[in-house]
């Protein structure tokens, strides 16, 4: 372990240490640690050029910062390190490996462009292989914080990132708490990210997003006990095969808690992940919301509450795939009082199983809703073991299950809801 102090950063707020960090990751052997104890390091005018096997630790987010400006290049982006394709030939065989950052806070409020610039992050590594992000506070940055793509057997943990892409109008690339692109590895990608917080980032609290429409979308991602407020969108998948989440809270994120959809720079949607075991409350948009994709999602065993738009809404966005999505599974989820349908399906599907639902209450006086709505054809449903309900006076859920003068449920293997006094029949 190499202690910065004894080779030349000051960290005391004033020092522009950026050119001895470089200098220091330089002259680093692989295999050494970069020590910055307690201090404000000042990084100022130049993103740091990171090497393979060089790790840089702290004494803790608080305690060790590090400080982005570019007072002296208004104009460049001052990640405190990079390590990219474009800018240095990163690849599979120019990888950053066996590195860890780990027990330091990334301050990005100094840092001032004169427009959104996707290289404007806390951390922006390409293809890492053996990373480990840990006990990490990245807040305020006018990019991403957390931008690191091609993570191959990596893990992201306990990462805060806090007003995150702040220069996004929410359109651009990247502008996230934790964007990672996928792909770059092949078809399998073993990366967790686990008990991270994601708050009032400008496009995403956590994104995957394939990086190449070419590529074959990849396995092996896992998002554990993270939570997503006040961003807009909470989890988004957007090209992984298999994704994995599971014990996440997305609450009052503006366009959707969970968002599967071509909305990323590829058009390409997830397929075939799994929603397990979340709280998915409050958001203003809808709760769930899954499209462009080929299908194969499975939501259960998760509370989809107090949404301002439908509980969950299967709907496709223009400019990307928009073929039916085949095999999607909604089993055993707590679905109640949001503001449009509990479920409502906007685009085609084949062979979808809902069932064992608890769906409840949804809807408004303004706006009554049914338990399940159908607007687009549906082929081959499995509709089994609903129990929809509503306890409000007057109701506002006034249909259990609403076929709209769009929808159809044709070639339908079984169509089971269970009755209720208090609700009109089929309609």
Known sequence: MINAREHGLAGDGVTNDQPALQRLVDAC?????????????????????????????????????????????????????????????????????????????????????????VLAKGLGLQYVLRGTFRDLYIHDTP?????????????????????????????????????????????????????????????????????????????????MGCHAEANKYGISDWGADGLLVSGCTMIGNHTAGFDVSGQGTTHVAGRYGVVTGCVVDDNPGDGVSIGNTPGGYTVSATRISRNGGHGYRQHNLPGAIRIPAADMVLDGNDIWDNAGDGIRIDGAL????????????????????????????????????????DRHTPPTQIARLSVTAHGELADSVYVDIEPSADLSALS
Not at 181 to 195: H, I, K, N
Not at 360 to 373: D, E, F, K, M, V
């Open 143 to 223: 990019a991403t914080g957390f931008g690191c793509d091609f993570l191959q057997d990596c893990t992201v943990e306990r990462v805060v990132a806090v007003h995150c892409g702040r220069l996004d109008s929410g359109w651009e690339k990247g502008g996230a708490g934790i964007g990672i692109g996928v792909g770059g590895w092949g078809a399998v990608e073993r990366l967790t990210v686990s008990d991270c917080v994601t708050l009032r980032n400008g496009t995403n609290g956590i994104f995957v997003e394939l990086q190449d429409a070419s590529w074959t979308p990849p396995r092996g991602i896992r998002i």
């Open 350 to 389: 084949i062979d979808p199983f809902l069932i064992n639902n608890r769906i409840r209450g949804n809807g408004t006086s303004l706006t009554p809703a049914a338990g399940i709505s159908v607007n687009a054809r549906v082929i081959s449903a499995t509709i089994r073991n609903q129990r929809i309900w």
């Open 29 to 117: 052997p692989p295999g050494q640690v970069i020590y910055c104890p307690a201090g404000v390091y000042s990084i100022r005018d130049a993103a740091t050029v990171w090497r393979s096997g060089v790790s840089l630790i702290g004494d803790g987010p608080s305690a060790t910062r590090f400080v982005l400006a570019n007072p002296g290049a208004p104009a460049s982006p001052v990640p405190l390190a990079f390590w990219t394709a474009l800018q240095h030939g990163a690849s599979t065989a120019r990888a950053i490996a066996d590195v860890t950052f780990a027990g330091f806070e990334i301050d990005g409020s100094q840092m001032t462009l004169p427009g959104y610039d």
